[in-house]
């Protein structure tokens, strides 16, 4: 059976996350040929809206307020609610990002609904749909299945490939406008501590670095690879630990956990909790001066050196490599 | 203040799974406090110590629960809940789980509600704010810093790397993020006082919680572990050609860059 699904997209900074197409694609896959419907919420969002119909939404709604500027669970809630009411999907899809993480709980609780969180995959299609998620920090995979009411899923981002951009395709915008009140959360300030432009758990680079990284200033190669790579930096907990960067870049099981397509550990050795936030990414790269450091084991490909002798020439080879393409 | 902690009992971070029959195999595992759950816990004793009142550890689970428990009461909490499902309740997922708490603390009257953002099992991270909604009370979720003065809460949460400043009042639930704190290790008195707070234990049939209303809406169908990773290949030979190697096989091999 064909089904409704709705699909929160997700702006920042004036754009559209990656993951709000992975979402589409998703909600395509669970619709079976039904109708997708992506929702946009914020203070001015209508120009974003006419993306969603190339990657494959078939409808879009906006609902935009001055209390939707800054994201709060309050203010999103209500506007989401008031749409899921007037369009009864049978399926909704968030990205499994902070706000996602943040928001679907609520949703799911106030609609007496279950929730399945941090979909890496999806297997089958409508009434058939098996959502395949990490539990045990990746150690092992569960197989979901909504029993019965909504079937709410949120995706982790950089798993589910986004449907090829179509320029041709252009979904029906319309606007709703929902009464938001009563906002409990005042958001005073927010402070961007993040590396400039990409996000690292949305990056398709990330090169991390360890306690071999030695010091603050021993992050500046990583971070020049992950420039040249347009990629994003991240640490594991033992150079966090060290005072090497902010805890915002730890990778592992307390941390975040990434999923990109090239994962570059440099001067890191491999404990099982950093593996944890790691080992699922598409190809893994070790560079660490002990051959016998656990990240080999998981590694695809290994060099056994210091790293700032290789980074460097990483650096030079990756960029004599951008001329020539 | 009157002050709740809900805290998960998880394995170890160091544990191997094992997977046999389609489940996770525990016997012999270590388990421990979620290690989110601890900045909780240690949150909650701070904000206790400053502003006075009681702080109450809750787990939902079996008997074996308990340990974490007097962990938790050894680090300082006061008294301890443990909603026993053991005999009642055969699958249980986050509407199961939020929805048997939150009749726990309905007439509880909490002020503030600690719980860890994740889990580092099932890693949903849904009870708490699901808790929260249930309750009828506002959530921030994953806090770096909290500040309460008389009602007014300020608070720092984490926002993928990036830090949001935010004002809300109480009564209010927050989840915990890495950063918080550094939480305590239980002292030896603290373990032997532990001993002797109370521990409270209670079933579905104390909070007249049928089992077909918590009956899960969600279904594990299976459990498989990854699949193995071939061993990798470590590049050989002079360091520079090692490098030239390994762009290579990025680009043309793995096709990554």
Redesign the interface.
Known sequence: MSKKVLVLGEAREGALRNVSYEAIAAAKQISSGGEVVSVLLGDSVGELANELGKYGADRVITVEHPHLKQYT??GYGQALLAVIEQENPEAIVFGH??LG??L???I???L???????VTSIEGEGDAA?FI?????????????????IEFITIRPNNIAPLAKDDSKSAEVSSMSVDITNL????????????EGV???EA??VIAGGRGVKSEEGFAPLKELADV?GGAVGASRGACDADYC?????IG???KVVTP??YIAAGISGA??HL?GM??S?????INKD?EANI??????????DLF??IP??IE??KK?KVNA | MNIYVLVKRT?D??E??V?SGGK?QEDGAEFIIN??DEYAIEEAIQVRDAQGGEVTVLTMGGEDAEKQLRTALAMGADKAVLINIEDDVEEL???TA?HIISEYLKDKNPDLILAGNVA???????????VA??LGI?????ITNLEIDGTTV?IKR????????????LPLLVTAQ??LNEPRYPSLPGIMKAKKKPLEEVELDDLDIDEDDVE???????????PK?E?????EGD??D???E??H???SE?K??
Not at chain 1, 186 to 195: D, G
Not at chain 1, 282 to 286: E, N, R
Not at chain 2, 120 to 130: A, F
Not at chain 2, 216 to 226: C, N
Request: net charge negative; hydrophobic share 40%; charged share 25%.
């Open positions: 669970s309050d990002t902070a993480k943040d679907s709980p609520k799911a609780s106030k007496q609904i279950g929730l399945v969180s941090d098996v998620r990490p539990i045990y920090s990746g150690k092992a995979f569960e197989k979901v299945k909504v029993k019965d009411g409990r959360t005042i958001i005073k300030e927010v402070v961007r501590k993040s590396t996000d690292l758990s398709k680079v790579l902010d805890y915002s870049l730890q099981q307390t941390g397509d090239l099982i909790q944890a080992s699922n598409k190809i893994i790269v070790a051959p080999f084991k998981v590694a695809d490909y290994g060099i056994v050196g002798e290789v020439m990483l080879e990756f490599l | 394995f971070t160091e191997k799974i997977v996770i290690p989110y997922d986050q509407f939020a580092i099992d099932g890693g949903s991270g849904q009870v708490g704010p699901r909604e249930s506002n959530y921030v979720t994953t300020t984490d926002v993928e790397g990036d830090t949001e400043v935010l004002e809300t009042s890495q950063g899960a809406k969600t279904e594990t169908i299976e459990i498989y572990l990854p990773k061993a990798g290949k470590v590049l360091l520079a090692q490098v030239k390994l762009v096989l990025l680009h793995a990554v860059v």
